[in-house]
């Protein structure tokens, strides 16, 4: 499956039958099935397909909103988050410990040393995430994806 789905966005939308403009940043849309946006679309009746990414380790998730996704004007956060910032992994995350963690769970990469600001140790709990998504009502989950191969840009991040 191919899906082009933005997290950092503003559209024109219609919200409580008016026209709106949603701007939603490091947040994706989550319209459930019957949802008006979705008429005439493949997704009219099953709800458009959410990508939620965790970390290289965990995975991500695909997900479907759920009606309690109301509440948030239709929304999702767009992965798990960090729980470290980029300069704050590097002081304290180990490379060794890193790359040996890939090695351990058998997967890929294109580097030979792991970004260290990108490490799954930099991001939240995935589990816990996907938890509170569910249990706040704002979608479920359809489908774990479980990487094999991670490819990360040599370019220097720029947020
Ligand atoms: N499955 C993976 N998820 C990842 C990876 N690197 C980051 N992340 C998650 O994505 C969100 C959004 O990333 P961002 O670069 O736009 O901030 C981030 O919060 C993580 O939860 C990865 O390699 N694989
Ligand atoms: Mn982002």
Known sequence: MVYFISHNIARKE???NQPAWVHRKGATRAMPGGHHSLADTPF???????LLPGNPRDGSAVMVADEGASA???SVNHGAGRVLGRRHAKRVLDQSTVD???DSNDILSNCRKYPIDEAPAAYKDFNEVLRSVKSAGLASEVARLKARFVIKDASKADD
Request: aromatic content about 12%; hydrophobic content about 30%; charged content about 20%.
């Open 44 to 50: 009219a009746k099953s709800g458009h397909p959410i």
């Open 14 to 16: 219609i919200v409580d």
């Open 100 to 102: 040996s963690e890939f």
């Open 72 to 74: 948030s004007c239709y």
